[in-house]
C-alpha cells in the first residue's frame, strides 16, 4: 500500500467509509485530508454501526494511528462530541488520534453565516450542511482564519475570535438581519473543549515526513467527492475544498511523489445531496424505489438522497482529475432486483456528442444522458465472495464499469459488513 489516496468518485456517500475500513487493515496510518464535519462515513462492524464525521475511519482498527491533517476544518465541539461517543463505546483516544497544528477551526459564526448565506440564496440554495464550511474555508484564504495551534494559548485565541467576530456581526446584524454572536457562545464551550483536544495537537506534517522516513504505510482518506471539488466539480454546486487526491497532498504535507496509488470509490449507481446538476436522475418513481433499496438518506443530515442511474462520464472525470489506479465499487446488491440496469455513457448536448464532464455547470444542466441498458441478474449478489461467485450478468456489468471508465476493478461491496466484499487481484 505504501501511500494510497481513497477518493469519492462521485458526488460523495460512495461508501469510502467501508472501503477505508478495509483498507485500513493494512495500513499503519489513516489521515483525513480535508471537509469538516460535512461528512459521515458509515462503518459496520460485526452488529455495531459507526457514523463517524471528523475522526478518520483508522480508529476502528487496534493499533493504527490517525491524523486530522492540516486541509480539514475542525468543528472543536462537534470532535469532543464524537471523541466522547467513540469512548463510550470503548475505542480508545489517547495517543491515537492526532490534530494538526494547522487545522483551521469552525466556530459558531461560521455555522450562522453559512445558515444565513443559504437563506438568502432562496431558490439557488447549495443545500449545504450547515456545518460552517465554506466560511471556514473562505477566513481560511481570506487570511482571517484561527488554526487548531492558536487554541492552547487562550490570549491568542480569543484575540483573534474578538477581532473577527467585530466584522461578522456586522454582517449578521446588519445586512443579514440575523442574531449576532456573542464572545460567551464561544469563550464557554472552548474552555471546556482545550483541555480535551490540547494534548491531541501537534505537528502532523512531521509526524507525517516520519512516518514516510519508516516506510510506514499510510491511508489518505478524502471526504465528499471529485464531482463536489470546489475546482472540478458542478461549481457552485460544490464543498468548499479539493477532495480530489492534489487535496491530499495540500492537506496534509505528504509530497506528490511519495504517492503510490489512488483508490476511486464509486456506487454502482449514483446518488446526490444538495442542489445542483444530477444528469442521470430517476423520475420520482424510480428514484424513491432506489432509495429505498439503497437506504439512501444523509448520515450526516438524514436528507434523502437524490438517486440516479451509474454516470461513466462522471467516473471517467474522477480517473482524470485523480489519476485513478484501482476502482472500488459499493452497493452492487441494491441492483440485484432490478429488471433493467442503465449506464449513462455519453451526454448530448445541442445536438454534439461529449465524452467528457463539461467544465461549465450550465452545459452539464442542459446534457441528456445517452444510456447504455444491461439486463438484471435477477439473483441476490451479496453472499458472493469471489468474483466468479457473481451471476454472469452482474461481472458483465461490471466489465462494462471498468471499460467504460478506464478503470481496473479492486474490490466490489455486496453489503455494508466488512466480509461483504469481492477483493479483485
Ligand atoms: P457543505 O460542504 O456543507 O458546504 O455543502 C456543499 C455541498 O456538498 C452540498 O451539496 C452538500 O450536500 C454536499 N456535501 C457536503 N458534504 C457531503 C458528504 O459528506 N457527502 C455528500 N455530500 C456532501
Redesign the pocket.
Known sequence: MACTIVV?AQ???EGKGKEIDLLAADADLVVRYQ??G????TVKVGDQTWVLHLVPSGILHEGRLNVIANGVVVDPQALVAEIDELERRGIKIAGRLFISDLAHVTLPYHKRM?EAREARRGAVK?????????PTYSDKFARIGIRMGDIPDEAVFLNKVRRNLEEKNHFFVDYYKVPEVREEEIVGPYREYLPRLKPLITDTVRLLQDALAQGKRILLEG???TL?DVDFGTYP?????NPSAGGACTGTGVPPQAITGCIGVAKAYTT?????PLPTELPPEEEERLRILGREY????G?P?RCGWFDAVVVRRAAAVNGLTRLAITKLDVLDQLDVIRVCVAYRHGGATLEDFPNRTEVVEACEPVYRDFPGWKASTSGARRWEDLPPRARAYLEAIRDLTGVPLGLVSVGPCRDETIRIP
Do not use: M, P
Not at 298 to 301: I, K, L, P, V
Open positions: 469519492g458526488w460523495g456517500d471537509g469538516g460535512n461528512a459521515g462515513h453559512d447549495i443545500g449545504t450542511t450547515h456545518r460552517g464550511i465554506g471526504a465528499q467527492g463536489l454546486f460544490v464543498t468548499a475544498s446526490r445531496v444538495g442542489t445542483g444523509g448520515a450526516t443530515t436528507r438522497r
